[in-house]
């Protein structure tokens, strides 16, 4: 049994615009910034002296009337609906700041950002990117993809759009590459029980990036510490010319090259990250439907651990986030764990909480059943026992295609120790040590 789930889906395209189209490119994000700015001091003026909240229906009013007097260039080239996209996001700005989700909207400065956005009539045909009021229609970057028969070979193909399109974001990245951005709206089928045989418990850390309750573990690649030196002598090439720049009051072509340099490598190492990440949760999709992962407190992580340049230099946040999306593009299932659930301390066979141990030990024995854990391992299979129990809870996981796995080693174990176990009920399992009296421990298969 399968059920159809509705989903706003992204697709991300690098554009290959001409000389003609940049200009009017330029132009569409200059006139966003400029609205932008001109609509943060309209409101913010206009409540402090007439203490009145200015809509977005007022702004569009306002600013048609205001934007005739405008003497620059790109007023005539810019879209109209680039100013009316830039009020609607300075407007749900404001309602953050006053939910407490966000802080205060600022100016934005000339160079910090070339973005805007089309709500309609931008499609793709042939390779080509038909925007509104644009010189021609913007050339694709050509994408090159490997053919799945045997022979493997590479050819040019564009992404496809599927579903309907609820208009694009255009924007540059910091060394003048344009990317386009469609929202979309599309189905997707999802089943509606899950299988406790593709399930998978994940554990992040720092020393490796991922660890599977199937034993397996991924190296952290620590792509920013790779480019730290190469970065360390452009940033200071970088600062030299700044200085003799500000000195000189102007910024020479040396300076911008220098600029771009660092910029570059920036860029270089956030792709090979997200490359990275993105390959890694391909895999996780091939090979399960159900997944289970901690919910970690990043920022306490790098700021109480003193830990900072390791933990955002893992990915680990960007890893949730594109888990969490491609979960509902292929309709799998996700379940988030409690970051208190005691994953690490406690053991997966007797269920004994570990409370003296430290983030330096790597390996450590149960004091109970006398087990020999891998720090992370053990964490993997916690993690995927919790998960279990949350995906029965909420009727998703299948009760007939239960694993008996855990329960048969968990058996053999506390049989090779001279213990002996019986089932008492659903929810708890006792054995019996030798010289000892019954003990009750949960049974973390159930």
Known sequence: ME????IVKAIRMELDPIEKQLVVLEANASMRLYAWNWALNYKSSSYKICGTNINVKQLCKAFSDHIVDVPFAFVKLAHSQVPQQAFRDLDNAFKKFFKKQGRYPRFKKRGSEATFRIPQNVKIVDGYVIVPKLDGPVKLKDRWIRDKSESGTWFKKSQELVGKTNGATIKCDAIGHWWITFIMDVEVLKPIELKESMIVGIDLGLKDFMALSTGEKIANPRFFRQTEKQLRFAQRKLSR?????????????????????????????????????????????????GFAIED??????????????????ACLGMFRRILAYKVQWNGKFLVVIDRWFPSSKRCHVCGNINKLLSLSDREWNCIQCKT?????HNASINIL????????????????????????RSLEILEDLGSKACIVDD????????????????????
């Open 296 to 313: 970690l407190c990043l920022k306490g992580m790098a700021g109480a651990l003193r830990l900072g340049k390791s933990v955002h230099d």
């Open 427 to 446: 929810e708890h399992l006792k054995f019996l040590s030798a010289g000892n009296d019954f003990l009750a421990v949960r049974s973390p298969w159930l």
């Open 385 to 408: 026992e919790e998960g279990i129990r949350l995906f029965r809870l909420n009727g998703i996981l299948c009760p007939s295609t239960s694993d008996t796995g855990t329960l048969k």
């Open 241 to 289: 010319r700044a200085r003799l720049a500000k000195a000189q009051k102007i910024w020479s072509n040396r300076y911008l090259k220098a600029k771009k340099r660092v910029a570059s490598i920036h860029l270089k190492k956030a792709n090979r990250a997200k490359n990275f990440v993105y390959q890694q949760a391909a895999l996780l999709m091939q090979r399960f439907d």
């Open 3 to 6: 059920t159809v789930e509705p």
């Open 372 to 376: 020999h854990h891998d720090r992370d």
